[in-house]
């Protein structure tokens, strides 16, 4: 079967170039010019996604749904037998196609920004590295080559997010990042273990036969389907576990743009998409999923109605955008949450490029409150941000609009209440990237210092490209309303089983969509008349703010609450054990052994007195025994 | 000697082991009792001599030469060895100017 | 017969004690000569005439001769040593006498071993242990008279001055 489909022996190739890149960036450190290590990371993503476009067409090509290139056999202890295999079905070419067609689009842009950095060679490297990982998560057939992968990414986080590590702020981010993922990691190892004590496989196509014999709210299903949920909650920053996604923005802007926009942080939506059968049968986690991604939504956007750092705004920005794909997830629509995963690819990564350009123009400012009136010196890159500001705002016919308009649409044939939290959420992004939109483009100049200019041609081509892909991104998946055939669920249908309700009436589609047009448009023309006419600038940080404002500008003190209630019993734990049992019981202990062997050392050496009476006794003491011994015995 | 051969037969064969333990012993008890090199080497020629006796004794008991042959060169490496051991004593006498055992205290570490 | 043997037996322990017990050792040589002699009244007992010749000749003769020409050189007999202390002294008996008893228990089992070959009692003659000794037993023989060079050479180079130290 595998041999029937050409080109599919390349499969191995699209993880393995990248890795190429990494080894060759990272052990010539030292002796690669200026650009050349940038051009090596990026070549050969782009040959990746070369080679992932020649799949997709080989695939459609051959009339199969899926393929499994198996690259050697890698555990087989007893009754446990998983190899290393590859699966290239639809949903694995699309994340494919994203990961390396977003990916070599930063590599790229990364040549400009990280231009001037001294240790540029190995941020190509670690990049490569996590390009490598984050398609062996993608590509992976069953369930560990997909940890191998989540642990590879995560690992890369750490090392791209205290990139910079001369600063022990952002050492601190990272590390948070890590624990916070490995929190995840732990739930998501249990599940897998339990998946396997079930199923005695991990293959996906195994477990996934395996699930006819199950029926619906089996405990069993649920808990496993509750633990993946918490490997997904970590990765893929939901609440509890979101703390370290606005942290991460220590890490340069091309990082957070690859790493917590588009890719990383969309592998626990991938994941569960991937599981979609096994959570099917579990009606209670999709009720949690649901929870979760509504909570974390609304209290991402109402958090970051208030942020000043351009970063940070994106980065609730895109915890909120999270919460919308798991509320797809959580409504059964899986193909709609991947959906979202790829046109939220498209306009975040075009944010974030942009941020970074606006701020290597300012010369490092990321302030917003400090910036302004940069439409008239950065035209492209104003271009391209609006862009991106409309799609995701869910502006027709930009790329947000039909995918969050289809999670609005699910929302609504589920319950009602769900629907009116969802639209808020939508509303409250529109207004805060409308706000950020013209604090930093609109208005007068509140900047002294810098001369910003528009960024270098490496850098605003990719956000060209971006840019058409958000306004053009859209029309992948037009649903029936418009005449299109939702080409998009189709084509993931034979990967993922969305629950399909019944059909929506058209006229019920065009209301929502009247409703939601409205409000956004109400939204827009108040954030323009707050923050363009009557030119409202966010205060200092030295004004006062009212109770609710302080509470919402430091993010609902939940850092300060986690810090309470782990960090310091844990530090304390640590400490105690620390001082009373490792310095007073176990260090001396191990000495004690070292002084035991000198003293018993010590105590024969006396027996070589080099006295000629002690060793005439000692002979015929042994002679004696030796006598009495053959006597006995 | 006829006379002395049937006599031979009268002393039974444990009569000469416990004779011979007890020199040995005797002269074991003299090496650890001694100070004097000199009586050391004497008692050492006692422990010989009860060897000698108890393979004499063997040898007559199950009439085999071999014993006496065997009696003769531990005698010949008896003599070899007082000659050694007194021209030790002589460089000892020279070097540490008395004979006492105690005094030989170096062979150690 | 067995009155000669417990009086020469006698005569041997008693003199051996003195050999231990005794403090000058002109004394010592003085009573392990008394021993030597009535060990070779044993062996003429056992009808080992040439080793009792042999014995009186060699140890008698020769060795304590020896031991007393180098007791007479070195003026030993005029140096007063020390006794061991007394603890060390009872320890040195008590060692001597579980020795004794160990060695009896180990060969309380060769009382009952009956001879290996017809009896003679010629086999002490010297004729017979020429024999013996010069058929099956000549190499040993040989090799003997190689160790007493050694043992020669080793003396006389024991005994001579060291020159080296002289010139220091």
Same mark, same amino acid.
């Given at each position: 079967m595998v041999e029937s489909i050409p080109y599919i022996n390349l499969a191995w190739l699209v993880p393995a170039l990248p890795l190429l890149g990494f080894l060759v960036t990272g052990l010539v450190n030292k002796r690669l010019k200026h650009n050349q290590a940038g051009i090596i990371a990026s070549v050969m993503v782009l040959l990746s996604f070369i080679i992932s476009v020649i799949l997709f067409f080989a695939l459609r090509a051959s009339g199969q749904n899926s393929a499994t290139v198996t690259l050697f056999n890698w555990i087989a202890i007893g009754g446990m037998n998983i190899p290393f295999a590859l699966l290239i079905d639809h949903l694995s070419l699309t994340m494919m196609l994203i990961v390396t067609g977003v990916g070599a689009l930063i590599h790229i842009y990364s040549i400009g920004y990280m231009h001037d950095d001294e240790r540029v060679n190995s941020f190509f490297a670690q990049m490569n590295l996590f390009t490598f990982s984050m398609l062996l998560l993608v590509m992976g057939a069953n369930y560990l080559v997909l940890f191998i992968g989540w642990e590879g990414v995560g690992l890369c986080s750490y090392l791209l997010i205290g990139f910079w590590f001369k600063n022990p702020a952002y050492n601190y981010a990272a590390r948070k990042a890590f624990i916070m993922n490995r929190i995840g990691d732990l739930g998501f190892i249990l599940g897998i273990i339990l998946l396997f004590f079930t199923f005695k496989s991990v293959t996906f196509s195994e477990v996934f036969a395996h699930t006819a014999g199950f029926q619906s709210g089996t405990p069993v299903i649920t808990l496993i389907t509750i633990l993946l949920l918490i490997g997904a909650v970590g990765k893929s920053a939901q609440i509890p576990l979101f703390t370290w996604l606005p942290d991460a923005m220590a890490g340069p802007t091309p990082v957070s743009a690859l790493i917590? =926009? =588009?890719?990383m942080v969309t592998a626990g939506i991938y994941m569960i998409a991937r599981s979609s059968i096994l959570y099917n049968l579990a009606p209670v986690t999709l009720t949690i999923i649901i929870v979760i991604g509504l909570a974390t939504l609304l209290m991402a956007a109402i958090i970051g109605l208030k942020q000043n750092d351009i970063k940070k705004v994106l980065a609730y920005s895109t915890v909120s955008q999270l919460g919308y794909m798991f509320l797809a997830l959580g409504l059964g629509a899986y193909s709609t949450g991947v959906f979202h995963v790829t046109t939220h690819a498209f306009f975040k990564a075009l944010l974030f490029l942009g941020a970074g350009s606006v701020i290597h123009a300012m010369g490092g400012?990321?302030?917003?409150?400090?910036?302004?009136?940069l439409r008239k010196k950065m035209p492209l890159t104003y271009f391209t941000f609006l862009a991106a500001t409309l799609a995701i705002s869910g502006i027709p016919p930009f790329s947000g609009f039909f995918s969050k308009d289809l999670i609005l649409n699910k929302a609504f044939e589920y319950n009602i209440i769900v629907y009116i939290l969802a639209l808020a959420g939508a509303l409250l992004t529109c207004f805060y990237m409308f706000r950020l939109l013209y604090l930093v483009f609109f208005g007068e100049q509140r900047f002294a210092n810098a001369h910003p200019h528009e960024s270098p041609r490496v850098m605003t081509i990719p956000l060209m490209i971006l840019a058409i892909l958000s306004v053009f991104g859209g029309f992948l998946n037009v649903p029936s309303l418009f005449g299109g055939n939702s080409g998009f669920s189709n084509f993931l249908q034979s990967a993922v089983v969305s629950k399909t309700g019944e059909e929506m009436s058209h006229s019920t589609e065009i209301g929502l969509i009247v409703i939601s047009l409205a409000l956004l448009s109400l939204v827009i023309f108040f954030a323009y008349r707050t923050f363009v006419k009557k030119a409202v600038v966010p205060a200092g940080d030295e004004e006062p703010m009212s109770l609710l404002g302080r509470i919402v500008y430091n993010k609902f003190y939940i850092d300060e609450i986690y810090n309470f209630v782990f960090e310091k019993p844990l530090g304390f734990l640590s400490g105690f054990f620390f001082n009373k049992i490792e310095n007073t019981i176990l260090d001396p202990a191990v000495d004690e052994v070292g002084f035991a062997t000198a003293r018993l050392g010590t105590l024969l050496r006396k027996l070589q007195q080099g006295n000629m009476s002690f060793y005439l006794f000692a002979m015929v003491a042994g002679i004696l025994l030796f006598i009495i011994f053959i006597l006995i015995v | 000697m006829k006379e002395i051969s049937s006599a031979i037969q009268l002393i039974p064969l444990e009569y000469y082991i416990i004779l011979s333990v007890t020199l040995f012993s005797i002269g074991v008890m003299g090496i650890l009792f001694r100070r004097n090199i000199i009586a050391i080497l004497m008692c050492l020629e006692l422990m010989f001599n009860s060897v000698n006796l108890l393979l004499t004794a063997f040898s007559a008991y199950h009439s085999d030469p071999s014993g006496q042959v065997f009696v003769f060169f531990i005698m010949i490496v008896a003599a070899a060895e007082v000659a050694v051991g007194l021209s030790i004593v002589v460089m000892m006498k020279r070097n540490v100017e008395s004979v006492d055992i105690n005094l030989l205290n170096r062979l150690k570490w | 017969m067995i009155f000669l043997f417990y009086m020469l037996s006698a005569i041997m322990v008693i003199s051996a004690l003195f050999v231990v017990f005794s403090k000058s050792p002109i004394n010592n040589v003085i009573f392990l000569i008394i021993c030597f002699i009535a060990m070779a009244g044993h062996y003429i007992l056992l009808n080992a005439q040439f080793l009792a010749v042999v014995h009186i000749i060699v140890y008698t003769g020769a060795i304590m001769v020896l031991f007393l020409f180098v007791i007479m050189l070195l003026n030993l007999n005029k140096a007063i040593i020390p006794q061991k202390s007394k603890m060390t002294r009872i320890m040195a008996v008590i060692a001597g006498g579980i020795f004794f008893l160990v060695l009896l228990a180990a060969t309380r089992q060769t009382f009952e071993i009956q001879p290996r070959y017809p009896f003679t009692s010629e086999i002490g003659l010297v004729a017979n242990i020429g024999k013996t000794l010069f058929h099956e037993y000549l190499l040993p023989f040989e090799l003997s008279s190689v160790l007493f060079l050694a043992a020669m050479v080793g003396a006389v180079m024991f005994g001579k001055k060291d020159h080296l130290s002289d010139e220091n």
């Open positions: 917590h =926009a =588009a890719t400012e990321q302030d917003i409150r400090k910036m302004g009136g | - | -």
